[in-house]
Antibody
């Protein structure tokens, strides 16, 4: 059974850093794309980043240069390193085996909450 | 930019409902496909995709949900609203990065 489970969400001060983890089971992160999608307190959804099987990465303009997606195949885990955090980065962060095409079934985690506040 | 209407939709159980989604540019990709998806989100749950590529229902999605449209204008129809349909519906374009969502349509029972 395919599952993704997020962890690492926390309260952090503006300018701080945080690393989110997405533990995958039922598939290999080296063979499939994995995305991070966030939902702000106002419920707006934003596709933050995706890493493809071949290693290609894409980022939303709002996080480019501050966030980095990566994967550890030995732990079958995808990470989102978030630096220079801003108040507007406050959101629930979902990990998903999903992409924009809809060509394959998607799988979403329950999300992890990141709060950026002083 | 993806714009949905209405923002709020009170509906009567058993009655039809319709949600509109408009894109600021054509969503026809260079491969000829139109990557327009519809998601449903219940409170406290992650989004669940219902429809992909305009009109293709995902596995397990009831056939009361249907999608239509082309180019820049798209519609999600629910033939008979059921209690489990409450929540927020989002359209999302996957044709051009950055992929973007509409602002959502909140469906509630009258």
């Amino acid at each position: 059974e395919v599952q993704v489970v997020e962890s690492g969400g926390d309260l952090v001060q503006p300018g701080g850093s945080l690393r989110l983890s997405c533990a995958a089971s039922g598939f290999s992160v080296s063979s499939h794309y994995v995305s991070w999608v966030r939902q702000s307190p106002g419920k707006r959804l934003e596709w933050v980043s995706i890493i493809y099987a071949g290693g290609e990465e894409f980022y939303a303009d709002s996080v480019k240069g501050r966030f980095t997606i990566s994967r550890d195949t030995s732990h079958n885990t995808v990470y989102l390193q978030m630096n220079s955090l801003r108040v507007e980065d406050t959101a629930i962060y979902y990990c998903a085996r999903a992409d924009g095409s809809g060509n394959y079934r998607d799988y979403w985690g329950q999300g992890t909450l990141v709060t950026v506040s002083s | 930019v993806m714009t949905q209407s209405p923002v709020s939709l009170p509906v009567t159980l058993g009655q039809p409902a319709s949600i509109s989604c408009r894109s600021s540019q054509s969503l026809v990709y260079t491969d000829g496909n139109t990557y327009l998806n519809w998601f449903h989100q219940r409170p406290g749950q992650p989004p669940r995709r219902l429809i992909h590529k305009v009109s293709n229902r995902d596995s397990g999605v009831p056939d009361r949900f249907s999608g239509s449209g082309s180019g820049t204008d798209f519609t999600l129809n629910i033939s008979r609203v059921e209690a489990e349909d409450v929540g927020v519906f989002y359209c999302m374009q996957g044709s051009y990065w950055p992929w973007t969502f509409g602002q959502g349509t909140k469906v509630e029972i009258k």
